[in-house]
């Protein structure tokens, strides 16, 4: 919810929520696109050197301390500019990770699908947040869920297990099968 959400009305939470001018508030889309491409290039190579579900879980810390400063702390352009990257550092780190944290856990076999699927919740989450805000008083009741959210999705990325499985190779049906006549 948090990454799609924050990202998507970035500028109207720096206008209406921070009350910086417009073209202050739109600046955040550089900072924004800049941390989105630092937590994709950070976090990946992280996913490579620990535990993917550990670095699923450093990026849920960050977005953690965004969304906090978005929703406790008094802003100003500066505090407001570092918490959306945050925001999208974690966001776009994230979603560099989770392409290989699917395969780790369920397998090569399907993962087109299967993380097509997974990442309909971030279509869906930011779309709640926007209902959140609509119906519960705006920006603040957003964060708050936002907050929720990570704290639950914190405690799952630092208990959570890979399965176990067998050293078996993945048969895509693109190789071509070895002729053994």
């Known amino acids: 919810m948090s990454g ?75 505090s407001f500019y570092l918490s959306v990257a945050c925001v999208a550092f974690s966001f776009g ?12 856990y369920f397998g090569m076999n399907h993962l087109s699908q299967n ?8 279509g869906v989450g930011s779309f709640m947040g926007s209902v959140i805000a609509a119906l519960f008083g705006g920006f603040v009741a957003a964060f708050s869920v936002m907050l929720m959210m990570i704290a639950l999705s914190l405690c799952i ?10 050293n078996q190779p993945v048969n895509h049906s693109w190789q071509l099968e070895s002729s053994t006549h």
């Open 4 to 78: 799609l959400y924050v990202i998507g009305v970035a500028k109207d939470v720096g206008e209406l929520y921070v009350h910086l001018d417009a073209a202050t508030a739109a600046e955040a889309v550089a900072i924004i696109a800049l941390a989105n491409l630092g937590g994709r290039l950070v976090l990946g190579v992280l996913s490579d050197r620990m535990a993917r579900s550990k670095v699923v879980g450093l990026a849920l810390l960050v977005c953690a301390a965004g969304v906090g400063m978005l929703r406790f702390m008094p802003l100003d352009q500066y």
């Open 93 to 104: 780190g994230a979603i560099t990770v989770f392409p290989t944290l699917m395969s780790d």
């Open 157 to 166: 990325a630092f208990t959570i297990q890979a399965p176990k499985r067998d």
């Open 115 to 122: 993380y097509g699927f997974m990442y309909l919740g971030f």
